[in-house]
Each structure stands twice: as C-alpha cells, then as structure tokens.
C-alpha cells in the first residue's frame, strides 16, 4: 500500500519530537515496522523516505552494514540496520543473498558454518570457534603418538593454509574476503590453542 507524502510528514514531525513509534503507527493508521524504519532514517539524518515511494538507493549503506555484521556476528541484523540508518528487511534479503552466494560454499563441510547463523541475534558469540575446535578436535584424537600428532597437525596446516589462500587469492569481493579471513584466524587459534608451545 503506497502510503502518502502528507502521513509521511506527520509521522516524521512525530518522530522529531519522539512520540513513542506505535502511538504513532496507531494514530496514522500504518504499520509499527514502517514507523521503526523511517525512525532509523530520521535518526541517520535521511529524510528522503518522505518523498521516494521507496527507498532503494542505500547501496553503500548496505555494503557497509554487510562488513560491519560479519565483523561483529553474533548480532542482530536489526541493530546493524538501526546504526546504518537501512531497512531491516532490506539488510536481512541483502544478508541472506550474500551468504547464498558466499565463496565459502567451497570450502569443506567442517568448516562451513551457516547453519550456526541465526538471523535475529540470538546466537552464542562462542558457537562459530566451538564448531572449529570441534572439527579440530576430531582430528587431532586420532593420533596415539607423539609423531602421529605431529603429522595430523602438520596435514591440518598445509591443507587448510593452501585451501583459504587459494581461494583468498580468487575473491574480488572485499566482504566476502574479510569473512574468509576471519574464518582463517579462528581455524588458526583453534589449532595453537590444542598445540604444544612450539607450535
């Protein structure tokens, strides 16, 4: 439903002078998620929403807010749009494509972790590195040796270092090269944190 330049400027002077988001959504007749929205542009200082039928410009807005979601994850994709000044669904769909067409879908089926991601926020900040441990874990039980130990980490190494750097060496896309390498330092910390000093 296309809502009017005049409802816009009334909630927008509302929201000025804070009237509380469903009082508002309630008196305008509109839904309480638009009225949130437009409050996240109001308090970026974006008032082209008043005057757009829709807002769909804010390319370099969701770009950021893709980096900053990966950097920071766990959290919720709503509060990354609050502090971007986007639309939540806008940055949830942008989210969501991205991941669908992630170069980690390359990588093995250990090390893959979407299925850890939880879209609302609502996720351990421990679940990505305890999934790596565990895979790491697996591994290096095998060995009954000192010398078996040795090589399983060595395997470990060698596989993984060349698998990220290969594919680091294929990605053009600076998001999506930033997550790759935060999934590289983890898979790295896993392996010192179970390894002798000297490793």
Not at 13 to 21: A, C, D, V
Not at 145 to 171: A, G, M, P, R
Request: with cysteine; glycine share 4%; aromatic share 10%.
């Amino acid at each position: 439903m296309k809502i009017s330049v005049s409802i816009k400027e009334q909630a927008c002077e509302r929201l000025l002078h804070f009237h509380p988001k469903k009082a508002i959504a309630r008196e305008l007749g509109i839904s309480a998620s638009v009225v949130r929205d437009w409050s996240f542009f109001v308090n970026k200082g974006d008032f082209a929403w008043i005057s757009e039928r829709s807002v769909l410009t804010r390319k370099a807005q969701q770009h950021q807010a893709i980096l900053y979601w990966i950097e920071h994850y766990p959290i919720g994709y709503s509060d990354v749009a609050r502090l971007f000044g986007i639309r939540p669904s806008d940055l949830y769909t942008k989210i969501k494509r991205y991941i669908a067409h992630s170069p980690s879908e390359h990588l093995p089926d250990k090390i893959r972790l979407w299925d850890c991601l939880r879209w609302h926020g609502t996720g351990d900040a421990m679940v990505d590195k305890a999934r790596i441990r565990k895979m790491v874990s697996e591994r290096l039980s095998r060995a009954k040796t000192k010398e078996q130990l040795d090589k399983e980490v060595n395997d470990i190494l060698i596989t993984y270092e060349c698998l990220f750097q290969e594919i680091l060496s294929d990605c053009k896309d600076e998001v999506k090269k930033k997550e790759l390498q935060l999934y590289h330092e983890q898979l790295k910390q896993a392996l010192a944190s179970r390894l002798p000093a000297k490793y």
